[in-house]
């Protein structure tokens, strides 16, 4: 469904992206770990065709990303890592403004389309409040909604769960995995959150200063011995035991 091909990028001088090779099936969910700087956002960015990479080749259900961008991105959904949302539109607003651009639907099936997006992900009845009145994990959860709303093959997922307490966190990694049950969405997650990728996430890949230095099974991910891996699991572990 997403396939990565020797894909490099740099902004100016500096290499931010080396050979990057990565093939991921319909339906499967892969975590994108690594350091901070690391070159997480920039790779989704180079998936989601917002950024060119220098070098290389993206296709995404078998459409070149660079090639013929409009179409690549009919097939995904974003969900930035700031969730993104327009603050003087209310959420109905906020969820069909991508729809308006792409699909010419009249009233009933726009509403439609928003009570369906929101109730899968448990925002029923929201459509009126303004991004101001939501707490931290509503805006994701709009931010999802908005990402669903056209039905996208694929899922890309900046950080969804940074700076959300462990239960808002819980009910993410739920969607993210309820997503792909109900409706077959593969998706990529970049997220420093070990136990949240433990818990969703098919493979992961590492991310050390722009290579990808570990690409597989989660389960396999404790055993690696890379030393930023270790630093990570270590982490991670103090972090558990508090
Ligand atoms: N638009 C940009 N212009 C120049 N440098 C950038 C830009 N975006 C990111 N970078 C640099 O690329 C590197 C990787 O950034 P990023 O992909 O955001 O890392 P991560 O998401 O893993 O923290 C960083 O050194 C960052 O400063
Ligand atoms: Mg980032």
Do not use: W
Request: with cysteine.
């Amino acid at each position: 469904m997403i396939s990565v091909r020797s894909l490099s990028h740099a902004f100016g001088t500096k290499q931010v992206l080396k050979n990057i090779n990565l093939e991921v099936s319909e339906g499967e969910i892969v975590a994108i770990m690594g350091s901070s700087g690391g070159g997480k956002t920039t790779l989704l960015r180079c998936i989601a065709g917002l950024i060119n990479a220098t070098e290389g080749e993206v296709t995404v259900n078998s459409t070149s990303v660079y090639r013929e961008p409009e179409k690549a991105r009919l097939s995904m959904g974003m969900v930035f890592q700031s969730a993104a949302l327009f603050d003087y539109l209310p959420v109905s607003q906020n969820i069909l403004f991508g729809v308006r651009r792409h699909l010419k639907l009249n009233k009933r099936d726009e509403d439609a389309l928003l009570t369906d997006s929101l109730a899968r992900v448990s925002l029923k009845g929201s459509e009126n409040l303004y991004p101001s009145e939501l707490s931290g994990g509503m805006k994701k959860r709009v931010g999802m909604a908005r990402a669903i709303a056209l039905s996208p093959k694929v899922i890309l997922y900046d950080e969804p769960t940074t700076g959300l307490d462990p239960i808002t966190t819980y009910q993410i990694d739920q969607l993210i995995t309820d997503l792909r049950k109900n409706l077959g969405v593969t998706s990529l997650v970049v997220s420093h959150d070990l136990a949240s990728v433990q818990r969703i996430a098919d493979r992961i890949a590492f991310l050390d200063q722009g290579e990808i230095v570990y690409l597989g099974p989660t389960a396999g991910f404790l055993q690696s011995d890379h030393p930023a891996i270790q630093e990570l699991v270590q982490k991670s572990q103090t972090t558990t035991l508090l």
